[in-house]
């Protein structure tokens, strides 16, 4: 007899199910003595086909425990009641929770940005430091806002994971490579088979969500693979919303003056407006003032934010001087004349105009200029 059908053998008549042959022959005993007559024939038929069953089963399942346990060059384990031997228990190792960082033996912390877009939170794993960087903080090379992750034993570098309306790349000596992380379907971007990748495209929908490293050369392929593990547990909840900020339009700029309008330090009371000329123009002296026109958006149409009062009071700045091929700015308050304004998008319309300080009278040319900016929550503003 081969040892599989051995141990087929010794698996079915090992089967507690086999105890009911010695339930049966005992009530048939007993039944013996009850039963009067021609009928005290069948409990004891009952009784010797249930006594001779146990027998060739205990048999069958004896032998075919033996020559397993010869096969396996083991003392045979004798069968006692027809109930196969439970093996001794092992010993269970209980696996160690692991953290979304990738790390088994630390409880995970997370750093969070938040900003008019969402929440950026991601996993914060030992030797490794995490900056948040809020709108307007300066502290992005790229992106609206976002996190700065650094190895602690790094002399230099850093990645950068940022918000931006649209990310935009350089096709030329582009590989990206299509992977999967933090739950998105992200596109990995290396230039000119660079050994590390250059940037990652996390999230890939407006806004998007992008990580992009500078200086990072020295980095040891470990600090690579932990940065993967960190980026893996980036989240981003378009939920949690806070603070304002600008939005570029085409309107924005005009290139026949060359200059480019632009807001920083949006709140619901004001903003900082910053126009930069970007080329030089000759013979053209650019003044701009402090009267503005503030617009909401209401569905697809843009309509005027009510005023508080009419008239703005003496507080105007007069005509202010672009300087040429340089910036300027000037900080707006419009509580008093439009009050605080509540979350939705918006745009301030400036002029700035060709002044001929030589001859006022002349004709002063004119050029709107616009800047749009989004309010997504008041909290702390």
Excluded at 57 to 78: C, H, W
Excluded at 102 to 121: K, L
Excluded at 130 to 150: F, H, Q, R, T, W
Excluded at 186 to 196: E, I, K, L, S, W
């Amino acid at each position: 007899m081969s040892v599989n059908t051995a141990r087929t053998l010794n698996r079915i008549f090992s089967n507690t199910a086999w105890k009911l042959l010695l339930i049966v022959g005992l009530l048939a005993f007993i039944a013996c003595f009850i039963i009067k007559g021609k009928k005290r024939a069948i409990p004891v038929i009952i009784c010797i086909v249930s006594v001779f069953l146990y027998i060739v089963t205990a048999g069958i399942s004896g032998s075919a425990n033996n020559l397993i346990s010869q096969q396996a060059g083991q003392e045979p384990v004798k069968i006692s009641n027809m109930e196969a031997q439970e093996p001794e228990p092992t010993a269970q190792v209980e696996a160690e929770p692991v953290s979304a960082v990738g790390v088994a033996d630390q409880e995970m912390t997370t750093v969070s940005v938040g900003g008019p877009y969402g929440e950026i939170t991601v996993g914060k794993r030992d030797g490794w430091s995490i900056e948040a960087s809020p709108v307007d903080s300066g502290m992005l090379s790229y992106g609206l806002y976002g996190l700065l992750l650094k190895p602690e034993d790094a002399k230099e570098g850093q990645i950068e994971v940022f918000c931006i309306d649209g990310f935009g790349v350089c096709g030329t000596g582009l590989e990206t490579e299509e992977i999967t992380l933090a739950g998105y379907t992200a596109y990995m971007g290396t230039y000119d088979d660079h050994d590390h990748w250059d940037y990652i495209l996390i999230k890939d929908e407006k806004p998007e969500i992008v990580a992009q490293h500078t200086e990072c050369d020295s980095w040891t392929d470990e600090m690579w693979e932990e940065a993967l593990l960190i980026l893996d547990t980036v989240r981003f909840d378009e939920e949690k919303t806070e603070g304002g900020i600008g939005q570029y339009i085409p309107e924005s700029e005009d290139d026949t003056i060359a200059v480019i309008m632009s807001v920083s330090n949006v709140t619901p009371a004001g903003l900082t407006v910053h126009f930069r000329q970007y080329d030089k123009r000759e013979n053209i002296k650019l003044v701009y003032g402090d009267v503005y026109r503030l617009e909401t958006l209401n569905g697809d149409t843009w309509e005027d934010v009510p005023r508080l009062i009419e008239e703005r009071g003496t507080d105007e700045e007069g005509n202010i001087k672009l300087p040429s091929e340089g910036e300027s700015e000037l900080e707006i308050n419009w509580k008093t004349l439009y009050g605080r304004l509540t979350p939705g998008t918006y745009r301030i319309t400036m002029t700035m105009a060709d002044w001929d300080f030589d001859n006022p009278s002349a004709y002063i040319p004119a050029y709107p200029l616009m800047a749009q900016f989004i309010i997504a929550g008041t909290d702390g503003m």
